[in-house]
């Protein structure tokens, strides 16, 4: 029976592919209708980004060529899968523009036209990188890219350059390609749109939001950072104006990827995108009408919003519909903001490009990022039309109202302790409006609301609803306002309600008993836990009494995960520590959630030096009756009267038990001939010995390793050498001993008579190691070197090593 592979049957593979859809379509058709919303209607709307980074050839260098010489040699890459988007990442280089083309094919031989886009320079928490930004390439498999410097001080090459292929949209292959059908087929059949029209917005523009556009939030990183607008920077992506209006979601969903996993941003670097069709899309995370830091003019993030276009500006004018979305975006931004679109803003540079680091620069309120930084961005059509969209946005701004509710508290705890128990909440209007605030469940039931007239209120919440408390849970504050005129807004808040303090998951402590004497043995002991839910915590050791009287450490910020924390047996003691008194003690784990809900849990353990400081001696014993290490003695050391016992074991199992009575505080001993409960000895091995204490204190215990060895060393040495009279011989030999770490070895030289003519005794080494020994041989003729050892059990060897050495 021959295998054949679809890889090698495109036809066959293809047709597999197909069958796919058509039956998992089926099959998806009647899952998937009642259950569009939730995590099947995610996975509907968000089909998985494909990035693949190709290195530049041989050491990542691209040759740059001058401004005159359009047509640089260019380097052609294989992708290894179908995209839709490229861009260019490399080390950041001198001063002065570079202008990177790239052109693609599908097939490797019909290619398109060369696309240009600069290469731009931004950062993000202090990592600065070079790039372009992702060109829209259409289907594509097959790359060219070349540079070309713009003048200044430019290198003759770009550096560390990597080439990052993006498949937004699930053509990289044609498997990727039928789940993508399948996907679209399932979307049709439950009702949920991958190309979303714009959220139902209550300010003025439409914005889609980032799970309407199929925003992958697995993809951050971290929490948003925050700072006060004072104004804004126009941008286009420079990624080329033939997408549809279907390719626009993946756009943005290629451009999100690219920044988050080929830039190592946190989040998509602009704050909103406008595609070339004038839908508004939200960019960064972390809140619209926040003053959310982006990564996206370098120097500048911080006290800016960033607007871009998607699409090539620099000789094809942006669209009506464009330049229409964008001042009805910059009227609410700075509506929101406070700010004057005809104004000016003062901004500190927080790096060194165009300005100096710590620079205080003045921009218009609304700029291009040309004036920020070295760039052709935002374009020059687009950048020339910046004073007419300022006059126009300063004109719409007179007829927006803006509404912001806001919380001194993202959450409550009204148990009543005094702590968080309510929320204050202010509406703010840009006009006098009529305004009501709607309380909603999470599942969307009104259970409160608050209503009034004029620009600005306070209203608190204290929990309620009616006369009844609610329960723990996350709730919506909707705010609408309609004034006068006629115009609307809104805005929301969620506030979370939680009384429950946190729980933990485990919390265990081991050993129970440990005896903190210096011993060497259960010298700490160590609490493990682990919280249902991220918190605060502390741990304190508390005595019998419930008083504190070691904080281990204070409150530190906790997840879910699992934590340790040690203690040495030592509390509070002045400006110092001290010993803890014998005693039984708790670890004290002390929780606290944001609502400032507490809850505590004890694990006991016993401070316990009744028993200590075991010893062996000798530690290796040898019960062969040759009077040699035939015993040991098993010492031990009591701080209070005691009963003991000593067992032995041998691989876990008892071998032979010891009862000593009760004996009082002091140094004990016991000696132990080898033998087993049944008479007889041991066999060769490595037993451990535990001695047990039972006191006023309860039971506690020491346990020591020893060796019985019975084995007798066995001798390795070569069988026979030449030298010559008066020469050094080195000559080698090893002692093997599975019980014994070391041996105690010597050798004699002997003639042919049988005389002594040299001895050595290089005493104790390492068993299984060779080592050398040297002789210089004063007459020629043969000598045997006859070698001889003794382990630590006083066991000798089996048979003595010997060489035969002639000499010459």
């Known amino acids: 029976m021959t295998r054949r592979s679809t890889a090698r049957h495109p036809r066959l593979r293809q047709a597999l592919a197909t069958t796919l859809v058509a039956v998992a379509a089926c099959l998806v058709a009647v899952w998937v209708a009642p259950r569009a919303s939730g995590t099947a209607a995610e996975w509907l709307r968000a089909p998985a980004v494909r990035l693949h980074t190709l290195k530049m050839p041989g050491d990542g260098t691209l040759a740059l060529t001058g401004p005159a010489a359009r047509a640089a040699a260019p380097v052609s890459l ?49 990592v600065t ?17 070349a540079a070309v410097a713009g003048g200044g001080s430019r290198p003759a090459a770009l550096k560390g350059v990597r080439l990052v292929t993006i498949d937004p949209a699930e053509d990289a ?67 080329g104006n033939d997408y549809t209006p279907a390719d626009a979601p993946a756009l943005m969903r290629g451009v999100y990827a690219y920044h988050t996993k080929s830039l190592g941003w946190s989040d998509i670097g602009y704050n909103f995108l406008i595609d070339r069709f004038g839908t508004i899309y939200e960019g960064r995370y972390g809140g619209m009408g926040r003053g959310v830091i982006g990564a996206q003019v370098f120097g500048f993030n911080t006290g800016s919003t960033g607007i871009s276009v998607m699409g090539t500006f620099t000789e094809e004018a942006p669209p009506a519909q464009v330049v229409t979305a964008l001042e009805r975006l910059l009227a609410w931004k700075l509506s929101v903001h406070g700010l004057d679109p005809a104004g000016t803003a003062r901004l500190t540079c927080g790096a060194t490009e165009k300005f100096k680091s710590g620079e205080l620069v003045s921009f218009p309120v609304v700029a291009g990022h040309r004036d920020a930084n070295y760039t052709e961005c935002p374009g020059s059509r687009l950048y020339a039309l910046l004073p007419a969209i300022r006059t126009n946005v300063a004109r719409r701004v007179g007829t927006v109202v803006v509404a912001t509710l806001s919380a001194d508290t993202p959450l ?9 128990d309510k929320a204050q909440l202010g509406v703010k209007i840009t006009t006098a409006a009529d305004w009501r605030v709607t309380l909603r469940s999470s599942g969307g039931r009104a259970l409160r609301s608050w209503s009034g007239q004029g620009a600005s209120a306070v209203v608190a919440w204290d929990g309620t609803s009616g006369d009844k408390r609610v329960t723990d849970g996350v709730y919506t504050l909707a705010l609408t306002a309609t004034s006068a005129a006629g115009a609307s807004a809104g805005a929301t808040r969620t506030i979370t309600v939680d009384t429950t303090a946190p729980r933990l998951t485990r919390a265990t402590a081991a050993p129970l008993t440990f005896s903190p004497n210096g011993d060497a043995r259960a010298e700490t002991a160590a609490l493990s836990y682990s919280p249902a839910e991220a918190c605060t915590v502390r741990v304190g050791i508390l005595d019998a009494r419930g008083d504190v009287r070691r904080w281990l450490h204070g409150w530190r910020a906790r997840g879910t995960g699992s934590y340790t924390v040690k203690w040495d047996g030592r509390v509070a003691a002045g400006d110092g520590l001290t010993a803890a008194p014998d005693g039984t003690y708790r670890f004290d784990v002390e929780r606290r959630d944001e609502a400032g809900n507490v809850a505590r849990k004890g694990v006991a353990v016993t401070v316990d030096r009744t028993l200590g400081f075991p010893t062996v001696v000798p530690a290796t014993l040898s019960p062969d009756g040759d009077g040699t290490s035939d015993q040991t003695t098993l010492g031990f050391r009591l701080t209070r009267r005691a009963a003991i016992t000593i067992s032995v074991r041998l691989n876990d199992e008892l071998v032979r038990s010891l009862n000593l009575g009760v004996l009082a505080a002091g140094a004990h001993a016991a000696t132990w001939d080898g033998k087993a409960g049944s008479g007889e000895y041991l066999a060769s091995g490595r037993p451990t010995f535990t001695v047990v204490a039972t006191s006023a204190l309860g039971k506690s215990s020491v346990s020591r390793g020893l060796v019985v060895d019975l084995y007798r060393p066995k001798l390795y040495a070569a069988a026979g050498k030449t030298t010559s009279v008066g020469t050094a011989t080195r000559l080698t030999f090893k002692v093997s001993d599975p019980y014994s770490s070391k041996a105690d070895v010597r050798f004699v030289v002997t003639d042919a008579k049988g005389r002594t003519v040299a001895s050595g005794h290089p005493g104790w080494r390492p068993t299984g190691e060779s080592f050398p020994i040297s002789w210089t041989p004063r007459s020629r003729g043969v000598f045997t070197v006859t070698y001889r050892a003794i382990d630590l059990g006083g066991n000798h060897e089996a048979s003595p090593a010997r060489t035969v050495v002639t000499v010459r």
């Open 129 to 145: 990188r070079a790039f372009t930004d992702p060109l829209w390439t259409g289907a594509a498999r097959y790359v060219r890219v």
């Open 173 to 239: 292959d044609v498997v990727a390609r039928a789940v993508g059908a399948l996907r679209r087929t399932a979307a049709a059949v439950a009702g949920v749109s991958l190309v979303s029209p714009a959220s139902a917005a209550t300010s003025t523009p439409l914005i889609v939001a980032r799970a309407e556009w199929g925003a992958d939030e697995s993809l951050r990183s971290g929490s948003p950072s925050y700072a006060p607008v004072k104004m804004a920077f126009v941008h286009h992506t420079a990624s």
């Open 78 to 126: 294989d992708a290894g899968m179908q995209f839709s988007m490229a861009g260019v990442v490399c080390d950041v280089p001198g001063a002065g523009a570079v202008t990177v083309r790239v052109r693609t094919s599908l097939d490797g031989s019909a290619w398109g036209p060369w696309m240009e886009t600069p290469l731009e320079v931004a950062d993000e928490a202090g």
């Open 412 to 420: 409550i705890s009204p148990n009543g302790d005094g702590l968080l």
